[in-house]
C-alpha cells in the first residue's frame, strides 16, 4: 500500500471510529418522532446517565429506562408527554425523578424515559418568596430541594410550616406523598400547606391548580404518587420563623405510658386559650440494634448519657424516647423555658432524671438528619440498600402492635439496623378529598422501620430484613389491624384497591381523565400490575 492510500485508509478509518463514538443509538422502545423534536438533544442514553436513573435509595430495586431526559424548561416535560401521548405507534413510560429517595423503584421505568427534575434546578429564579401584611407564601419549581425553599424563604425571616424530617428531598417529591414529620400534629402533612401548582398532566397539558381552580386535579395530585402529573411548580404556605429551639428527649419504660403522653402533647393547644402547645413531637424505640445515637441525631445524647441508657436498653430489650421542640425567638427568649416546664414536667411519666435537653438553632434543627448522613457516607454506609417500612396504624391498635411487633418479631432479629420512629398524627389536619389514604381514626400512629443492610449490600442480609417485613405485615392482618402503608408497595390490583379503599373509585376516575393512556409513574405499579 501506497503512503497516500495509508494515509487516506488511516483517515477513514479514524472518521469512522470517531462516529461510532459520537452516535449514540436510538432506543428501539422509542417512537421515532421523538428523535425529530427539540428535547431530542436533551435525551441521554449514556450509561452514567442511564445507572442514575436505573436505581434508588432502596437500592432493593432495578428498572433500566430506555432514555433520560435533562429538561431545561417546563416546555421540554411538556413535549416529552405529549410525544409519548400522541404517538402513531405506541405510547412510552415516563416517570419524573428528583433525589431518588423513593425505596422501591417509585421513581423508575424498564424502558421508558425518566425525566431528571433536578436538571431544572440549573435555572435561576425557580424560587419566589412574596408577601407582606402576614401573607407570605413561596413559588417552588418542583425539582427544587426543601433545604434550598429553607435557605431562601429564611432571607425574608419565614420559613414553610410543614417539614419532613430529610430536607434533601424535592418539593415534588414530597407533594406526591404527603411529606410529614413532628410538625404533622399541628400543621398537617406538607400536602395541606400547599395553595396552588403548576402539573403537567399525562395528556401534555400543563394546567395551574388550587382548591378554587382545577381543585379535582389539584386534590387528585396531592398525595397522588405522580400518577395524575407531574408538578412543575408549587405555592407553599410561610409563617415568621422562629430563630431557635430547645430540643427535648424523655426515655420511656413502659409503652403505655408513652403513647399517653404523646397524645396529651400533640392535643395540647385544644382548650388552652392564649397558650401555644410544642411545634414538633416525634417518638422513637431504643434497641441494641437502633441505639441512642442513631444517624437522625448522631450526636444528641453525651458519652455519659448514651452509655447509660444503652445500659438500660439492654436490661429491659426495649426502651422508647420522646422527642419534642418548641420554637422561640427574641421576643420570647425569657418564657421559653417556664412553657416547655409547665408542658412536659407536670404529669408526664417517663423515667425521673432521663430528661435531656439542648439549644440549637432553627436551621441545625430541621436539618439534623444531615451530619448524620455525612458521616453514614464518610463510611460508605449510606448508599446501601434500604428495604423500609412505612405504615399508619390507628390509635386503638397501637399498644396490639408494640406487643406484637415491637417487643415481638423485632426482638428476634439483633440485626435490624436502624431508626425506629413513632409518632402520633391527627385526622383532622389532612384533607380527604386528597389522593394521600390514612386510617379512620381521629388520632393514628406514624411507624418508620428504616432499616439499612450494612453487610456489604449482602444479598442473604437484605432478603433477612425483607422477610421480617412480610413477616410484620402478616401479624397486623391476623390480628386485624387496619393499617395503611405509607410509600405505600404493593404488586397487585386488588391490594392496591385494598389500600384506596372508597378513594379506589375516584383515584380510578381521575386516572382515566389526567392520563388516560397510563403513561406516568408505572415504578409506582398502581394501573400496571394484574391480579
Same mark, same amino acid.
Given at each position: 500500500?501506497?503512503?497516500?492510500?495509508?494515509? *487516506?485508509?488511516?483517515?477513514?478509518?479514524? =472518521?469512522?471510529?470517531?462516529? &461510532?463514538?459520537?452516535?449514540?443509538?436510538?432506543?428501539?422502545?422509542?417512537?421515532?418522532?421523538?428523535?425529530?423534536?427539540?428535547? $431530542?438533544?436533551?435525551? !441521554?442514553?449514556d450509561?452514567?446517565?442511564?445507572?442514575?436513573?436505573?436505581?434508588?435509595?432502596?437500592?432493593?430495586?432495578?428498572l433500566?429506562?430506555?432514555?433520560?431526559?435533562?429538561?431545561?424548561?417546563?416546555?421540554?416535560?411538556?413535549?416529552?408527554?405529549? *410525544?409519548?401521548?400522541?404517538? +402513531?405507534?405506541?405510547?412510552?413510560?415516563?416517570?419524573?425523578?428528583?433525589?431518588?429517595?423513593?425505596? !422501591?423503584?417509585?421513581a423508575?421505568?424498564?424502558?421508558?424515559?425518566?425525566?431528571n427534575?433536578?436538571?431544572l434546578?440549573?435555572n435561576? &429564579?425557580?424560587?419566589?418568596?412574596?408577601?407582606?401584611?402576614?401573607?407570605?407564601?413561596?413559588?417552588?419549581?418542583g425539582?427544587?430541594?426543601?433545604?434550598?425553599?429553607?435557605?431562601?424563604?429564611?432571607?425574608?425571616?419565614?420559613? #414553610?410550616?410543614?417539614?419532613?424530617?430529610?430536607l434533601?428531598?424535592?418539593?415534588?417529591?414530597?407533594?406526591?406523598?404527603?411529606?410529614?414529620?413532628?410538625?404533622?400534629?399541628?400543621?398537617?402533612?406538607?400536602?395541606?400547606?400547599?395553595?396552588?401548582?403548576?402539573?403537567?398532566?399525562?395528556?401534555?397539558?400543563?394546567m395551574? *391548580?388550587?382548591?378554587?381552580?382545577?381543585?379535582?386535579?389539584?386534590?387528585?395530585?396531592?398525595?397522588?404518587?405522580?400518577?395524575?402529573?407531574?408538578?412543575?411548580?408549587?405555592? /407553599?404556605?410561610?409563617?415568621?420563623? #422562629?430563630?431557635?429551639?430547645?430540643?427535648?428527649?424523655?426515655?420511656?419504660?413502659?409503652?403505655?405510658?408513652?403513647?399517653?403522653?404523646?397524645?396529651?402533647? /400533640?392535643?395540647?393547644?385544644?382548650?388552652q386559650? &392564649?397558650?401555644?402547645?410544642?411545634?414538633?413531637?416525634?417518638?422513637?424505640?431504643?434497641?441494641?440494634?437502633?441505639p %441512642?445515637?442513631?444517624?437522625?441525631?448522631?450526636?444528641?445524647?453525651s458519652?455519659?448519657d448514651?452509655?447509660?441508657?444503652?445500659?438500660? %436498653?439492654?436490661?429491659?430489650?426495649?426502651?422508647? *424516647?420522646?422527642?419534642?421542640?418548641?420554637?422561640?425567638?427574641?421576643?420570647?427568649?425569657?418564657?421559653?423555658?417556664?412553657?416547655? $416546664?409547665?408542658?412536659? =414536667?407536670?404529669?408526664?411519666?417517663?423515667?425521673?432524671?432521663? /430528661?435531656?435537653?439542648?439549644? =440549637?438553632?432553627?436551621?441545625?434543627?430541621?436539618?439534623?438528619?444531615?451530619?448524620?448522613?455525612?458521616?453514614?457516607?464518610?463510611?460508605?454506609?449510606?448508599?446501601?440498600?434500604?428495604?423500609?417500612?412505612?405504615?399508619?396504624?390507628?390509635?386503638?391498635?397501637?399498644?396490639?402492635?408494640?406487643?406484637?411487633?415491637?417487643?415481638?418479631?423485632?426482638?428476634?432479629?439483633?440485626?435490624t439496623n436502624?431508626?425506629?420512629? =413513632?409518632?402520633?398524627?391527627? !385526622?383532622?389536619?389532612?384533607?380527604?378529598?386528597?389522593? %394521600?389514604?390514612?386510617?379512620?381514626?381521629?388520632?393514628?400512629? +406514624?411507624?418508620?422501620?428504616?432499616?439499612?443492610?450494612?453487610?456489604?449490600?449482602?444479598?442473604?442480609?437484605?432478603?433477612?430484613?425483607?422477610?421480617?417485613?412480610?413477616?410484620?405485615?402478616?401479624?397486623?392482618?391476623?390480628?386485624g389491624?387496619?393499617?395503611?402503608?405509607?410509600?405505600?408497595?404493593?404488586?397487585?390490583?386488588g391490594?392496591?384497591?385494598?389500600?384506596?379503599?372508597?378513594?379506589?373509585?375516584?383515584?380510578?376516575?381521575?386516572?382515566?381523565?389526567?392520563?388516560p393512556?397510563?403513561?406516568?409513574?408505572?415504578?409506582? !405499579?398502581?394501573f400496571?400490575?394484574?391480579?
Amino acid at each position: 500500500m501506497d503512503k497516500i492510500s495509508k494515509s *487516506c485508509f488511516m483517515v477513514i478509518f479514524f =472518521v469512522i471510529s470517531m462516529m &461510532g463514538k459520537l452516535r449514540k443509538p436510538w432506543p428501539f422502545s422509542l417512537p421515532w418522532e421523538l428523535k425529530s423534536l427539540d428535547i $431530542a438533544s436533551k435525551l !441521554r442514553f449514556d450509561p452514567e446517565a442511564i445507572k442514575m436513573a436505573s436505581t434508588d435509595y432502596g437500592k432493593v430495586t432495578r428498572l433500566v429506562p430506555a432514555g433520560v431526559l435533562y429538561p431545561s424548561s417546563e416546555e421540554d416535560i411538556v413535549e416529552l408527554i405529549r *410525544c409519548s401521548y400522541g404517538s +402513531s405507534s405506541s405510547p412510552f413510560s415516563i416517570a419524573a425523578r428528583g433525589e431518588g429517595h423513593s425505596v !422501591r423503584g417509585q421513581a423508575m421505568v424498564a424502558d421508558g424515559v425518566v425525566i431528571n427534575m433536578r436538571a431544572l434546578s440549573n435555572n435561576d &429564579g425557580r424560587i419566589h418568596v412574596y408577601g407582606g401584611s402576614g401573607y407570605w407564601y413561596a413559588d417552588v419549581g418542583g425539582e427544587q430541594l426543601w433545604i434550598d425553599v429553607l435557605n431562601a424563604t429564611l432571607d425574608h425571616g419565614v420559613a #414553610p410550616r410543614s417539614w419532613t424530617d430529610y430536607l434533601y428531598l424535592t418539593v415534588g417529591g414530597t407533594l406526591s406523598n404527603a411529606g410529614i414529620s413532628g410538625q404533622s400534629f399541628l400543621h398537617g402533612p406538607q400536602i395541606t400547606n400547599v395553595y396552588e401548582m403548576d402539573v403537567v398532566t399525562g395528556r401534555g397539558e400543563t394546567m395551574t *391548580c388550587s382548591k378554587h381552580m382545577n381543585s379535582e386535579l389539584f386534590y387528585a395530585v396531592l398525595g397522588g404518587f405522580g400518577q395524575f402529573g407531574i408538578i412543575t411548580r408549587a405555592r /407553599i404556605a410561610l409563617d415568621p420563623a #422562629p430563630t431557635r429551639v430547645k430540643w427535648v428527649r424523655m426515655i420511656y419504660i413502659d409503652f403505655s405510658a408513652f403513647t399517653s403522653d404523646q397524645e396529651h402533647l /400533640i392535643t395540647f393547644n385544644e382548650g388552652q386559650a &392564649g397558650k401555644k402547645g410544642l411545634d414538633y413531637v416525634e417518638g422513637f424505640l431504643l434497641m441494641s440494634q437502633s441505639p %441512642a445515637n442513631n444517624w437522625r441525631s448522631s450526636s444528641f445524647f453525651s458519652h455519659t448519657d448514651y452509655s447509660r441508657i444503652t445500659s438500660l %436498653a439492654t436490661q429491659h430489650g426495649v426502651l422508647y *424516647c420522646l422527642e419534642v421542640a418548641k420554637y422561640y425567638d427574641p421576643f420570647s427568649v425569657d418564657t421559653v423555658d417556664k412553657e416547655l $416546664a409547665e408542658m412536659l =414536667v407536670k404529669g408526664l411519666s417517663f423515667i425521673p432524671g432521663l /430528661i435531656f435537653t439542648k439549644d =440549637v438553632s432553627y436551621v441545625d434543627f430541621l436539618n439534623r438528619v444531615r451530619s448524620g448522613e455525612l458521616k453514614l457516607r464518610s463510611k460508605e454506609l449510606w448508599d446501601v440498600p434500604h428495604p423500609w417500612l412505612n405504615l399508619f396504624v390507628p390509635k386503638s391498635r397501637i399498644l396490639d402492635f408494640d406487643a406484637g411487633v415491637f417487643k415481638g418479631i423485632l426482638q428476634q432479629n439483633p440485626d435490624t439496623n436502624g431508626p425506629i420512629l =413513632v409518632y402520633p398524627m391527627i !385526622r383532622s389536619k389532612w384533607d380527604d378529598r386528597m389522593s %394521600a389514604v390514612i386510617p379512620d381514626e381521629d388520632i393514628f400512629y +406514624s411507624i418508620g422501620l428504616l432499616k439499612s443492610s450494612y453487610t456489604n449490600g449482602s444479598t442473604d442480609h437484605h432478603l433477612e430484613l425483607e422477610d421480617q417485613n412480610r413477616k410484620i405485615l402478616e401479624f397486623c392482618e391476623e390480628a386485624g389491624i387496619m393499617l395503611k402503608q405509607y410509600l405505600p408497595n404493593y404488586r397487585t390490583k386488588g391490594e392496591w384497591m385494598n389500600h384506596f379503599g372508597p378513594k379506589w373509585e375516584v383515584f380510578k376516575e381521575r386516572k382515566d381523565k389526567f392520563d388516560p393512556l397510563a403513561i406516568l409513574s408505572p415504578g409506582q !405499579r398502581i394501573f400496571n400490575v394484574h391480579g
